[in-house]
């Protein structure tokens, strides 16, 4: 079955350390995006990248970082620069990059600062 | 900024009842507008979409009412089933974007049995 699969579910990171969440997708979408969802809020942008070896800041990439070596994979790394990383993070994937044809999510990753 | 507002943020709606959900947008610049269902601990998953020359949109027991002089559209959830409890996200597409996704704060419905 075609989909995005992310890892892992749930994530602890203790203060001062960076983590990378993996995101990896079977469908040959070209474009990838990262979001951040806090409890009861919306979802806000991280990162996207609509092709290998590029990817644009969204509304609140600070403290986050991004790659796109591969077509299928987008790992986030959330660094020490991310005061609050406290959230559930998103992966989603589009074709050839227009949000019309419909995002698919992966299930998420829960980050926990302990 | 191009907005999408969503009310009402929570709503709760016995099993049979009917549920709506609306947002309004600020920009008249969208053609496109996705209805996303997202369960506790899961990511969202596409519902039902609709575009600005349809005035309306139904899919089983969904559906999109879409008033495009009043900037507004709605989701219409009818005969409320438990497994309908969720929360929803509407989205609107800049015409001018090939990525880009503005999305509604969500509604969390709760279908009281």
């Known amino acids: 079955d075609g989909g995005i699969t992310q890892s892992p579910k749930y994530l602890f990171r203790k203060e001062g350390q960076n983590v990378t969440l993996s995101c990896e997708q079977n469908l040959n979408h070209d474009a990838m995006y990262w979001y951040r969802q806090d409890p009861g809020q919306g979802l806000r942008l991280i990162y996207y990248s609509q092709i290998v070896n590029d990817f644009q800041k969204g509304d609140i990439a600070e403290g986050y970082s991004v790659s796109r070596e591969k077509k299928e994979s987008f790992p986030l790394t959330v660094t020490s620069a991310q005061k609050n990383p406290t959230a559930f993070y998103l992966c989603?994937?589009?074709?050839?990059?227009?949000?019309?044809?419909?995002?698919?999510f992966g299930s998420g990753t829960r980050l926990t600062v302990v | 900024q191009q907005q999408v507002k969503q009310s009402p943020q929570s709503l709760i709606v016995q099993k049979g009842g009917i549920s709506i959900i609306n947002c309004a947008y600020e920009n008249t610049a969208f053609d496109y507008f996705p209805w996303y269902q997202q369960f506790p601990g899961k990511g969202p998953a596409l519902l039902i979409a609709i575009r600005p020359d349809v005035s309306e949109k139904k899919e089983g027991r969904f559906t999109i009412s879409f008033n495009k002089s009043a900037k507004q559209f709605s989701l219409h959830i009818m005969d409320s089933q438990p497994g309908d409890s969720a929360t929803y996200f509407c989205?609107?597409?800049?015409?001018?974007?090939?990525?880009?996704?503005?999305w509604g704060a969500g509604t969390k419905l709760i279908i009281k049995p």
């Open positions: 989603a994937s589009s074709i050839v990059g227009r949000a019309n044809y419909g995002y698919t």
């Open positions: 989205a609107a597409t800049p015409r001018d974007s090939n990525y880009q996704l503005i």
